[in-house]
């Protein structure tokens, strides 16, 4: 049985842990979580915002790869790195399984998992989600991050999802619908014990601003991604 790691609660305050969960195998895009971006690993700038998140209790990061391991314990000394266990590394395991061996293994009132794969993510927009969740459960039980696209989709079937062909609204002016965006989840044990999912039964739909919710899949991503890094790293150092 894992030890489980306890965090005491300060100031009444709800405890919440980050979780970060990185294989070291990629399809799409080889050894994206750890692969150099604008200077350093990709992993670097998530561990670096979630950090600076003051509702945060503590970080885990959940690998079965070498080279995070080494990189977190080389530069994170306040992270705490789980090894993925073996019969959970397969590319086909679902991320529920990996969040309820990580979850069993640290105790906490809630639960924020993000990806290595959003590093423009902002520590701001981070408080804010927990913040929003919290003044609202129980009304709402979870929270999950979306981005707003307001352009005219259409199904398989060549059927209109949002929009009315015969009127031609301007795209500003369609009503909005929201794509999940992988960047933040907030959610309990209990609910992922119940329904083996990070949402409950009434989620909270988090907006997130495009230019933040860039989610690396792709090559292109990678290559978009990394230009607005190094952008947003130019601007700081002018300022």
């Not at 604008?38 to 600076?52: S, V």
């Not at 015969?166 to 999940?180: A, C, M, V």
Request: glycine letters at 4%.
């Amino acid at each position: 049985m894992p030890l489980k790691l306890v965090f005491p609660k300060k100031y009444h305050m709800p405890t919440i842990a980050a979780l970060l969960p990185m294989r070291h195998s990629s399809e799409r895009v080889p050894g994206k979580n750890y692969r150099p971006m604008a200077g350093k690993p990709l992993f670097h700038y998530i561990l670096e915002t979630l950090l600076a998140v003051p509702e945060i209790t503590h970080i885990l990061v959940d690998t079965d790869s070498p080279a995070i391991l080494t990189g977190v314990a080389e530069n994170f000394p306040r992270v705490t790195a789980l090894e993925r266990p073996p019969h959970l590394r397969a590319g086909e395991i679902p991320m529920n399984e990996v969040l309820l061996n990580t979850t069993g293994q640290v105790e906490a009132d809630w639960y924020l998992q993000t990806h290595s794969t959003n590093p423009l993510l902002k520590p701001e927009t981070i408080s804010r989600a927990i913040q929003q969740l919290l003044t609202s459960y129980p009304t709402f039980d979870s929270l999950f991050g979306v981005t707003r696209l307001q352009t005219r989709l259409w199904n398989g079937l060549t059927l209109p999802v949002n929009h009315n062909p015969n009127i031609l609204l301007r795209t500003q002016d369609l009503p909005p619908i929201y794509e999940e965006n992988s960047c933040i989840y907030l959610f309990k044990r209990e609910t992922l014990l119940q329904r083996r999912n990070r949402l409950g039964e009434r989620p909270l739909m988090f907006e997130i601003d495009r230019n933040e919710a860039w989610d690396i899949d792709e090559e292109l991503d990678f290559k978009i991604t990394e230009f607005l890094v190094q952008q947003q790293g130019k601007i700081q150092h002018v300022l």
